[in-house]
């Protein structure tokens, strides 16, 4: 078994991650770390998430300086599910043993660390860290997922995003004139667990926000290699996020070729799945599924594509746990289909 810890248990995408690891055949789940002076430190996990009651028996720990500079010997595997700027200053820590590090936080999405300070609003420090990082979207770079130490998890946007238009971009088929135009909505909990005015129930109302600014967007246009317009928006609803993106094909594309491109990428891939109808957010809650549909204006060379996922799954854990079966050589979805508790 593969020794594996969970670093931001307490929050939404660490408790998956805990649900998933703790039922994974080749992880052994031990140890559970909030941040040092977390309020949560030392109460049991299942009493902030009840349902995970009779699968996981694991407490909250304090991770301290002391501890945090074990974890690179203590473990083969260390998921982070904690805040960019928590990810960033341990780094360099985490990696120094021959832990793999699968990181959720976008710390070490963005290779172009101008473009990083203007999004996240803090210098890079650790250049050398960056550029080892290797980004897991794991249907599309598995060769190098499965070789690196650091693995920077997807944010839960771009996830949606490029699974939908990557095939078209690789095949050739977008047109280079006008950029692609992604509208997305997702639940609240992208936000995460603490909780702010913002995402208040009854402050919630669908609604545009990061327009023009979102930090997504330069994390989509740099694993597409192209620019696009993205716009995400704010839903009164748990989890899940619906992208609906409008693209203008090269000259002279069919229906045929598009709907062959995402077939070819897709064949061998279980987790993403090609419906014959645009996507609901139903049927990929709670799944770490990814559900693409698209149609086709051969007329006038337009195509709309859908794409659907949990933001908490393959936006985030599942996917996660993707890129360390790749990076350890398991089955491609070990962990992963199976019924959840
Ligand atoms: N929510 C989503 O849909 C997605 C989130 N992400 C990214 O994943 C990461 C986690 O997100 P999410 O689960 O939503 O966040 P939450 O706010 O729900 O959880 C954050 C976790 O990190 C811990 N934490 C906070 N500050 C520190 C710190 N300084 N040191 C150590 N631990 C800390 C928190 O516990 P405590 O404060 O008690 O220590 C908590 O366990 C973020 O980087 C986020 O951007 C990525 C994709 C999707
Ligand atoms: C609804 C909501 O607030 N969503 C988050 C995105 C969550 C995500 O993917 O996180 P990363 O920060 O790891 O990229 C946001 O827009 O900031």
Redesign the pocket.
């Known amino acids: 078994m593969l020794r594996c810890c969970v670093?931001?248990?307490?929050?939404?995408?660490?408790?998956?991650l805990v649900r998933l690891l703790a039922k994974h055949p080749n992880f052994d789940l031990s140890d559970c770390?909030?941040?040092?002076?977390?309020?949560?430190?030392h109460r049991p996990i299942t009493a902030l998430y009840p349902g995970l009651q009779g699968h996981v028996d694991l407490t909250?720990q304090?991770?301290d300086d002391q501890r945090l500079a074990l974890l690179a010997q203590q473990f083969d595997a260390i998921f982070?599910?904690?805040?960019?700027?928590?990810?960033h200053?341990?780094m360099p820590a985490l990696t120094a043993g021959n832990a793999r590090v699968f990181?959720?936080?976008?710390?070490f999405r963005l290779p172009d660390t101008d473009v990083f300070a203007q999004h996240y609003g803090f210098a890079h420090q650790h250049r050398a860290l960056l550029d080892t990082a290797v980004y897991g979207l794991a249907e599309w770079h598995a060769p190098r997922i499965a070789d690196s130490q650091l693995i920077a998890?997807?944010?839960?946007y771009p996830?949606a995003s490029l699974l939908a238009l990557k095939p078209l971009a690789e095949a050739n088929l977008l047109s280079a004139e006008q950029w692609p135009v992604i509208n997305a909505v997702?639940?609240v909990?992208?936000?995460?667990?603490?909780a702010s005015l913002n995402t208040s129930v009854c402050e919630v109302s669908l609604q545009a926000y990061g327009v023009l600014g979102h930090r997504h967007q330069p994390e989509i246009a740099q694993y597409l290699g192209q620019p696009v317009l993205f716009t995400p928006h704010l839903g009164n609803f748990k989890?899940g996020?619906l992208a609906t993106i409008a693209v203008k094909l090269a000259s002279g594309v069919t229906a045929q070729q598009v709907s062959d491109a995402y077939q070819q990428r897709y064949a061998d891939s279980p987790v993403v799945r090609l419906l014959d109808h645009f996507p609901r957010l139903d049927d990929v809650v709670n799944t770490p599924h990814c559900d693409l549909h698209w149609k086709v204006d051969e007329a006038s060379g337009h195509a709309v594509l859908g794409s659907a996922i949990d933001?908490?799954l393959k936006?985030?854990?599942s996917q996660a746990v993707q890129c360390a079966n790749l990076a350890f050589q398991l089955a491609p979805t070990a962990g992963l289909l199976e019924v959840r508790p």
């Open positions: 670093v931001g248990a307490s929050g939404y995408t660490g408790s998956e770390f909030v941040s040092a002076g977390s309020q949560d430190a909250l304090p991770l982070l599910a904690t805040p960019h700027e928590a990810s200053d341990w990181d959720l936080s976008g710390a998890v997807p944010g839960c996830t997702s639940g909990s992208g936000a995460g667990r603490k989890r996020i933001n908490l936006g985030a854990a």
